[in-house]
C-alpha cells in the first residue's frame, strides 16, 4: 500500500512548517515558563484552519484524510509538543466520536463552532482508579425523567481548564461491566461540573492536566452521544486515530530534537573542529536519523488503514503510537547528550523536548499497555 505524500500534501507540510517556525516557536520558551497555553495562538491556529483538517466539508471543514493530519500534529510537534499533540489527539477524539456516533442535530449544533475555532472539546476518560483499567471506571449517570445526573471524579483531562466542552465517559449500567459505558457532551458552567488544575507537570507546560468533578450534574438527554452502552465501543475506535496522531506527535518531537543536535553539532567546536568530524558523534546522529524516518513511515502507513477499524489497523494503530513516542523519547535524550551541559539547561529546546517526550509515552494509554494490546493482536 502507497502511502506516498502527494504535490498537495507536500505544499500544506510546508505552509504549516512555515507556520510553526515563524507563529508558534517564538512562544513555546514563555507558554513553556509560565505554564500558560495563549488563546490568541489557538486563534491563530485556528485562522490557519488546523482544526477544520478533522471535520466534514460540510460543516466548513476540509475533510481531510488521517495522514493529513498526522502531518499537522507532526509539524506543530517539531516546535512544540505539548500544541501539536493535544490538538491533533483532542480534535480527533472529539470529530471521530461524533462521526461515529452523533445525531445530525449534535452536530449542527457543535461542529461550525470547533471547526471555526470558536470553541474547543477535550476528552475525560481516565479516572483515578480507572487509567489503564477502563471497566474500573465509578463514574456514573442515571436517567432521572428527561435528565440525566452525573457523579464522578475524573483525572488526567489535558486542557480541560481552557476547553469550552468535554467528551465525558460514564457508567449507565454498572452491572454489564465494559457495555454499560455511555458517552456524554458537558459543555463547561454546566451546574455540578467543576474543574481545578491537579498541579505543575514536567512536561507540557500551557496544557494543564485538570481533575474534573461532577456532582449531581444533571445533563439533557440529548447531551448523549450514540446510545447507552456503546461508549466503550466507540472510545476503542476513536483511540486507533488518537494512537497513530500521538505517533505522529513522537516523530515531530523526535525530528524536532534531530534537527536541533544537527544545527548545533555543526557550529560546536571542540578540540580545533566541529563535533560533527567525531565518529561518536555523527554514528549517534545516524541512528537518530534512522529511528526517525523508521517511526515515520510507520506512523504513515497506519494513518492508511486506521479508519478501516479492523484487527490488521488496530494492531498498526497500537504499533505507530508505542513505537513513534519510544522514538521521541531516545531521540530527545541523546540530543541532550550531543549538547553535553547546554542540553541539561533551560537555555536550549532540547531539556524541553525530553520531558514532553516522556508524556507523549504515557497518554493515550502507557507503553506498557500498548505492547500488551499489541501481544494480544498477534498471538491470538
Known amino acids: ?10 505544499m500544506f507540510r ?5 507556520f510553526a517556525e515563524e507563529k508558534v516557536a517564538p512562544r513555546v520558551p514563555q507558554m513553556d515558563k509560565e ?8 486563534e491563530d491556529i485556528a485562522r490557519m484552519g488546523i482544526p477544520a483538517l478533522f471535520y466534514p466539508s ?14 499537522a500534529s507532526e509539524e506543530l510537534c517539531r516546535v512544540s509538543t505539548a500544541i501539536g499533540a493535544v490538538l491533533g489527539v483532542g480534535h480527533a477524539l472529539f470529530s471521530s466520536c461524533f462521526r461515529i456516533s452523533a445525531t445530525k442535530e449534535q452536530k449542527d449544533k457543535y461542529f461550525p463552532d470547533v471547526v471555526s ?21 465509578r463514574s456514573r449517570a442515571v436517567l432521572d425523567g428527561n435528565e440525566y445526573v452525573l457523579n464522578g471524579v475524573k483525572n488526567f483531562n489535558s486542557g480541560m481548564d481552557f476547553a469550552d466542552m468535554t467528551l465525558v465517559y ?15 457532551l458537558v459543555e463547561k458552567g454546566t451546574p455540578g461540573f467543576s474543574i481545578s488544575v ?33 461508549g466503550f465501543r466507540d472510545v476503542v475506535k476513536v483511540m486507533d486515530e488518537g494512537r497513530t496522531l500521538s505517533g505522529a506527535s513522537g516523530v515531530g518531537t523526535a525530528q524536532g530534537a534531530l534537527d536541533y543536535a544537527i544545527r548545533y553539532a555543526k557550529e560546536r567546536v571542540q578540540f580545533g573542529k566541529p563535533i560533527t568530524e567525531f565518529q561518536a558523534v555523527s554514528h549517534k546522529l545516524a541512528d537518530m536519523a534512522i529511528m526517525t524516518e523508521t517511526a515515520r513511515h510507520l506512523i504513515y502507513r497506519a494513518a492508511t488503514v486506521v479508519r478501516d477499524h479492523t484487527k ?60 500488551n494490546a499489541i501481544a494480544r493482536t498477534i498471538l491470538t
Not at 510546508?14 to 512555515?18: A, G, I, K, P, V
Not at 505543575?200 to 494543564?208: L, N, T, V
Open 312 to 371: 490488521e489497523s488496530m494492531k498498526l494503530a497500537t504499533m505507530a503510537k508505542c513505537y513513534g513516542t519510544d522514538v521521541a523519547m531516545s531521540v530527545a535524550s541523546q540530543a541532550v547528550d550531543i549538547l553535553g551541559g547546554y542540553g541539561y539547561s533551560e537555555e536550549y529546546p532540547v531539556e524541553r523536548m525530553m520531558r514532553d517526550a516522556k508524556g507523549l509515552q504515557l497518554f493515550e494509554g502507557t507503553n506498557q499497555i500498548q505492547r
Open 198 to 230: 491537579t498541579g505543575r507537570m514536567m512536561g507540557f507546560r500551557g496544557i494543564h492536566h485538570c481533575e474534573s468533578v461532577f456532582e449531581d450534574c444533571r445533563l439533557p438527554r440529548e447531551s448523549l452521544i450514540g446510545k447507552e452502552g456503546e
Open 35 to 42: 505554564d500558560l497555553f495563549p488563546r490568541d495562538l489557538y
Open 117 to 137: 475555532g470558536k470553541k474547543l472539546c477535550m476528552f475525560a476518560l481516565t479516572e483515578p482508579d480507572a487509567g489503564s483499567d477502563i471497566g474500573s471506571m
Open 14 to 18: 510546508q505552509t504549516l512548517r512555515r
Open 170 to 184: 460514564a457508567m449507565t449500567d454498572p452491572s454489564a461491566g465494559m457495555k454499560g459505558i455511555s458517552t456524554f
Open 1 to 10: 500500500m502507497s502511502y506516498t505524500l502527494s504535490e498537495e500534501q507536500e
Open 58 to 71: 460540510e460543516y466548513g471543514g476540509s475533510d481531510a484524510d488521517l495522514l493529513t493530519c498526522c502531518l
